[in-house]
């Protein structure tokens, strides 16, 4: 199981990037998948997945600004982030897993050690 995540970069407050991650060793569609943050000097935090069962769910400060989708045909994950805003400002990490089981699944994200299998980061930089 192989991840790269790529796209980011720096842009102002108010714009749109995708990151991508790029996968291999796995069928994409049958992983529960996440994107993931992390602030200087904090933990890794979640942003966005699609569990084993295609739900999808977010953090709460990206809801209708991030959208998580994946191409099967392509192997790869997307992160769209859109109306970026400077406490976005984070290196990106998407991950994956085969199955994970934790409790509410019905209603959240996986914790982050529910993923053994992870991409490099990509930084993500919104200037206001």
């Known amino acids: 199981v192989q991840l790269q995540a790529s796209g980011g970069g720096s842009v102002q407050s108010g714009s749109s990037l995708r990151l991508s991650c790029t996968t291999s060793?796995?069928?994409?569609?049958?992983?529960?998948v996440g994107w993931f943050r992390q602030f200087p000097g904090k933990e890794r935090e979640v942003v966005a997945c699609?569990?084993?069962?295609?739900?999808?769910f977010y953090e709460d400060s990206v809801k209708g600004r991030f959208a998580i989708s994946r191409d099967s045909a392509k192997s790869t994950l997307y992160l769209q982030m859109d109306s970026l805003k400077p406490e976005d400002t984070a290196v990106y990490f998407c991950?994956?897993?085969?199955?994970?089981?934790?409790?509410?699944?019905?209603?959240?994200?996986?914790?982050?050690?529910?993923?053994?299998?992870w991409g490099q980061g990509t930084l993500v930089t919104v200037s206001s």
């Open positions: 699609i569990n084993n069962d295609r739900a999808i």
């Open positions: 991950a994956a897993e085969r199955v994970i089981y934790y409790s509410n699944s019905h209603n959240s994200c996986p914790p982050r050690w529910g993923y053994n299998s």
């Open positions: 060793g796995f069928p994409l569609e049958d992983y529960a």
